[in-house]
């Protein structure tokens, strides 16, 4: 394949993203098409389990716990102390694509809690209500330009050390099943070429250093640091009842090559 090296658009960089877990880690699901949009409301116990598995475990007692309803949004399920909050993410609204098997565990610190959070929860409660992918997309866009929300105020991280996490990405531009645990470092509009960055996808090397995901919008730009092999390693034989239980719920979330 020739080399392709990754844009600072959307839609490549969550490709991207996809591609780094396929080419590093060789680990992803069977491509499925999901034909129904309509979101199945997880196990409680089971949901919150995923969402605080994006946290490495010695910082999970103290962390804020979101989970969704459908036919409302996030709900709070368990009030944290330490100013992180964790929910798995169901609808990108950058992708202006309604699915029912987006599954992605992340949390947020205070910071983020604020900014990049606050606009997941509201693009639920929007879909909840009935809005379409496209109207989301808009309106999601429209926010950022009129200031109701804004990037980052200053320095902080995402957590997304979770075993598996399920979203778009290559061979066939379908969603997947991955496993991809890394650190997320706010960066609002920085560019790969701000830090000297050269990621290419026919490179695995230059991947394992920090670059940039431009997620829909510029203020929603990250410094991505992957987990290392062994730390990645570790992580999925940890949770290895998690993913066990995961896979019992739903076929979409096993990872194949990986016994249970």
């Not at 949009?37 to 969402?51: D, G, H, S, V």
Request: proline share 8%; aromatic share 6%; with cysteine.
């Amino acid at each position: 394949m020739p080399p392709l090296v990754i844009k600072n658009t959307a839609v490549r960089i969550k490709l991207a993203l996809a591609m780094i877990a396929i080419s590093l880690i060789g680990i992803s699901a069977p491509p499925c098409q999901a034909a129904e949009t309509t979101i199945e409301q997880m196990p409680a116990k089971l949901e919150t389990r995923f969402a605080l598995s994006a946290l490495p475990p010695a910082l999970r007692d103290q962390a804020t716990v979101y989970i969704l309803d459908p036919k409302k949004g996030y709900q709070l399920s368990r009030q944290g102390t330490s100013g992180v909050a964790c929910l798995v993410e169901r609808t990108l609204w950058e992708l202006a694509d309604f699915r029912n098997d987006h599954y992605v565990p992340l949390c947020y610190d205070a910071v983020g809690t604020k900014a990049h959070l606050k606009v997941i929860m509201d693009t639920a409660t929007l879909r909840a209500q009935g809005m379409g992918p496209d109207a989301l997309k808009a309106e999601i866009e429209k926010r950022y330009k009129n200031k109701t929300y804004q990037a980052p105020e200053k320095a902080g991280l995402s957590y997304m050390v979770a075993p598996i996490m399920r979203t778009v990405g290559p061979p066939d531009m379908k969603v997947h099943t991955m496993s991809m645990p890394h650190v997320m470092f706010y960066a609002p509009y920085i560019t790969n070429e701000d830090i000297g960055a050269v990621p290419n996808l026919s490179v695995p090397s230059s991947l394992l250093y920090p670059f940039i995901d431009k997620q829909g919008i510029a203020e929603q730009s990250y410094i991505i640091q992957l987990i290392g092999e062994a730390e990645k390693a570790k992580i999925l034989a940890d949770e290895k009842t998690l993913l066990d239980d995961l896979c019992a719920y739903r076929d979409v979330l096993c990872l194949p090559n990986i016994k249970h």
